[in-house]
């Protein structure tokens, strides 16, 4: 870890003012900063620690809406409970995220941001093409954790399962930064490799998100994992059913990866155990496993299914 500038700026204005800087990095509860750091994966000049701003972790309850803070803990989103009413699958893809101890210190700015967990992104003797090269070593490597769809140019998957949430739920971000304020809806947020392969999100220099706001609407979030205890996703699923149905993929695609067919099959209609399963089919229609993470396809499908009776009350 090489040496650098630590800043603890007064307010968020600050903030924005140092982290625009060249060479400057922001750091939340600082999960996933550390690691980076101690990857090699992120050598700033300067780290502009968040932490200690007021102001940014809040709870609302607005009307037909949510809002919250980007400091707001993950341990609060699982635990606090207007956000269990509002917006139960956040809650649970919260609740679901790593340990407790991670979680009372991972926020939900954070998370959604995260960079991803890839082993040969992670890895300093692998020059990928996330970090400027010219391979995505994971298309012909150690790829049962990557990617099923959306997988040509680079098979990572999104990290984020309150960002799968988030996205059924059709949340949108509010971003400020040294050029303003600019809300940017949460299926404009992240960035695919084919726009750029080096890019998870929309975040420009000195740009934070600085409120998530989210619709009250019933919606379901599933977890699928290894140990059914603290470990990184096989499958995920997060469904919003109703008149504008949402069916989202986790740990699927490089973005939480939306399931247009299965949402075409339930919308509108009443969510039932033969309607799940065909939508459940529907969801994973057009995916291209690698050759170590074909499994994948089925434990997709059954979360989504999952997602589908848990939404319409039938679970």
Known sequence: MKAFTWVEPEDLQSAIAAGAQRGALFKAGGVDVGD?????????????????????????VDGGALRLGPLVTLATIADDARIRK?????????????????RNVATLGGNIAQRP??????????HCRRKGGTTCFAIDGQNEMHAVFDNDLCAIVHPSGTATALTALG?????????????????????????????????????????????????????????QSFDWPLAEAAVAPGAEPRVVLGAAAPVPWRAPKAEALIKGRKIDEQLAVQAAKAAIEGARPLQRNEYKIALLQTAVKRALLAAGGVA
């Open 86 to 102: 509002a917006a139960p699958a956040l809650a649970d893809a919260a609740a679901a995220a790593a340990t407790p101890q991670i």
């Open 171 to 227: 949340a949108s971000l509010l971003l400020r930064g040294p050029g303003g304020e600019r809300t940017v809806a949460i299926d404009d947020f992240f960035v695919r490799p084919e726009r750029d392969v080096m890019r998870e999100n929309v975040l420009q220099p000195g740009e934070l998100i600085v409120e998530v706001r989210v619709p009250i609407r019933q919606a379901a979030y599933v977890k699928l994992m290894e140990k």
């Open 117 to 126: 967990r890839c082993w040969y992104f992670r890895k300093e003797d692998f």
């Open 36 to 60: 980076r750091l101690k990857e090699h994966i992120d050598e700033p000049a300067t780290l502009v620690n968040l932490r200690r701003l007021q102001g940014l972790d809040f709870v609302d």
